[in-house]
């Protein structure tokens, strides 16, 4: 016989909050005094897009906007709502028969699937104040959604629930006899809801599944209590929540944080972040990339041997792949993060490219040019080249740069790592020369 829960809906469906009361978390915008909260108090919604991680409640907060709305309101999914359906919606709304007030609480979920054209036909009505329009996205809206329908609608950001607000959900599910489990007798562990909160990693809806399977696959006792140790709670979340997408905003965010680790020399959030991205499944070469660059970027000649293990790394791990190339990755990123930092090849290489592109910067003097062929020499080619070995200590003084741009410099070491034994050579050179 099927077991009554499965009669219903899910637990995470049913327990979605009736009013603001119920609702857990997100007291930065629907707490006492917040301005979404006192438009959905005053029934004086204007447009707004809500973006955050999955279970997070933005579908939560368009039930209560529908419960509590006198306008007509209407809840569409981008993945299958065309312009035919939005065209409808509209004429509904215009319609004094079928929608005396005149307006449309129009929600969409996944917002960031909508295409150019479906956006398009929205924009008109949202201007004119004829649909009043909730998205709802797990992507960063100002990457995804046109940005005339960004700057008429207000960007609200919902954060990750604390684990606190994932137990305080659990409880609630736990007790409530209309919707939740409260008509059995379960019997749940600190230790376990502990377990589940910090596994679904801040997702309300996973952590109210893990829940609701433990509750109808675990036999009651003799006294009829279904009890939920960390042990049912493991079998039934075996694997913590990761809020990654190797092609959404979680992608670039992630990388982003990589990479400012690594340059701000933070060897440990350093493997975090990498860890992260290799158990979101992002491209191996794409990470080794990423470490090549900051080892020169970022690191440059304050210690040159960090472009040679991240290059040797990019190439390991084309031979060997994963699972090994996870340790190649780690070596290189905390290589590049542990040593010290110098950016001077970039402001190098930048300085000179401008002046070659902005500067009359004159011809190559004759005595470093090239002379292969018989007769080049008679024209001046290669004529009185110093070679530096033969004088002491290897240094002489000979111009290299064309007259246009003598006395230019553009590499100027500083004092991290090797870059200040650099440092010392060039002030050392240049002192002999002086003397000479």
């Given amino acids: 016989m099927a077991h009554p829960i499965f ?19 997100q ?5 006492e005094g917040k301005m979404l909260r006192r438009m959905i108090e005053a029934d004086r919604l204007s447009s707004v ?6 279970g997070t409640g ?20 981008a993945v299958t709502a065309g312009v035919a359906e939005i065209k409808k919606i509209i004429a509904d709304t215009k319609s004094p028969i079928m929608n005396p007030s005149g307006r449309t609480v129009l929600f969409i979920d996944e917002i960031h699937r909508f295409n150019k054209l479906q956006q398009d036909a929205l924009l008109p009505h949202v201007e004119d104040g004829t649909l009043i329009l909730i998205g709802a996205t797990t992507e960063n809206p100002f990457f995804e959604v046109n940005k005339a329908l960004i700057s008429r609608s207000t960007v609200l950001s ?20 209309d919707r939740g489990l409260g008509n059995q007798d379960i019997r749940i562990s600190e230790e376990a809801m502990k377990f589940i909160a910090n596994l679904s990693n801040g997702d309300a809806r996973i952590a109210l599944n893990a829940l609701e399977l433990a509750s109808v696959t675990t036999r009651p006792n003799d006294k009829g209590e279904i009890i939920i140790d960390r042990d049912v709670a493991g079998e039934c979340m075996q694997k913590r929540s990761i809020a990654f997408d190797a092609d959404g905003e979680s992608h670039y965010d992630n990388i982003s944080a990589f990479i400012k680790s690594m340059r701000g020399s933070d060897p440990d959030a350093t493997i975090f972040y990498l860890a992260r991205a290799l158990h979101g499944g992002e491209d191996i070469e794409f990470l080794a990339r990423r470490i090549l660059i900051c080892a020169s970027e970022d690191v440059g000649t304050a210690n040159p041997n960090a472009l040679l293990v991240a290059m040797a790394a990019y190439q390991g791990i084309m031979a060997v792949g994963m699972p090994e190339a996870r340790i ?16 001077s090849a970039i402001t190098a290489i930048d300085r000179a490219l401008r002046d070659v592109e902005e500067k009359r910067t004159g011809s190559v003097p004759m005595h470093i040019r090239n002379a292969p062929a018989k007769g ?5 080619y290669s004529v009185g080249y110093k070679y530096p070995h033969d004088f002491p200590g290897n240094i002489i003084q000979q111009q290299y740069l064309p007259d246009e741009m003598t006395g230019t410099v553009y590499f100027n070491p500083g004092e991290n790592g090797y870059e200040k034994k650099i ?8 002192r002999m020369l002086e003397e000479k």
């Fill in 158 to 177: 919902l954060h990750t629930l604390s684990e606190s607000d994932i137990i305080r959900i659990l409880k609630m599910a736990i007790s409530d006899q």
């Fill in 7 to 25: 009669d219903k809906e899910p637990l995470a469906y049913r327990m979605a909050p009736r009013s603001l009361a119920e609702y857990v978390g």
């Fill in 376 to 380: 080049m020499e008679d024209l001046g």
């Fill in 27 to 31: 007291q930065h915008i629907i707490g």
């Fill in 49 to 54: 897009i809500l973006f955050g991680p999955p």
């Fill in 58 to 77: 933005k579908t939560a907060l368009a039930r209560l906007i529908a419960h509590t709305t006198s306008s007509e309101f209407v809840r569409i999914n």
């Fill in 423 to 430: 440092k010392e050579y060039l002030d050392y050179k240049k």
């Fill in 328 to 343: 190649l990755l780690s070596e290189a990123a905390l290589m590049v993060a542990s040593s010290p930092k110098s950016n």
